[in-house]
């Protein structure tokens, strides 16, 4: 997997008064984990400590945890802006090069890890950026190949919410 995929260029959302309230609190709990999960999985070779949630932003579930729903994207704008600021998805890139590798710790970790590369990928095809459809399809293969079963039900909800929140890709 290459290291040197790097997030679009064009056009950058990091100035944070253009973030809605989700994607602030996406990487304000981010800056306050620690240990930072790139550390923990280089270190220990799995996941030990609660971050994911933070971590791997999926579509909103008001069946889910408060602090998963306020990292969740609520619509595409929300997915669409993640995706074309490269602080948070160039964090989100080189964790999930290690992330797809490893041991997650349970169902729902590995189940919200493919749920945001299939968003991620989603939003790169929607932005046309071939470079970073080619790195997000490697990585799902991986993550699928890791836990089928997660896989499965992730792209299921994942279709579901496309499709009731986002326009259709012209493929």
Known sequence: MSQTTQPPQEPLIDNQRDWTETLRTIYQQRQATNPKPVDELRE?????????????????????????????????????????????????????????????????????????LLLCLYAARRSNHPENVQTLAALIAQQEQKDPISFAKASCAVSAWLSAHCAPLDE
């Open 44 to 116: 220990h070779h799995r996941k030990i400590t609660c971050w994911s949630w933070q971590w791997f932003p999926a579509e909103f579930d008001p069946e889910t945890s408060p602090r998963r729903q306020a990292c969740a994207f609520k619509h595409e704008s929300e997915l669409m802006t993640y995706y074309h600021s490269s602080m948070l998805l160039g964090e989100f890139l080189e964790l999930t090069e290690l992330a797809v590798q490893y041991p997650m710790g349970n169902p729902v970790d590995e189940y919200v890890l493919a749920k945001s």
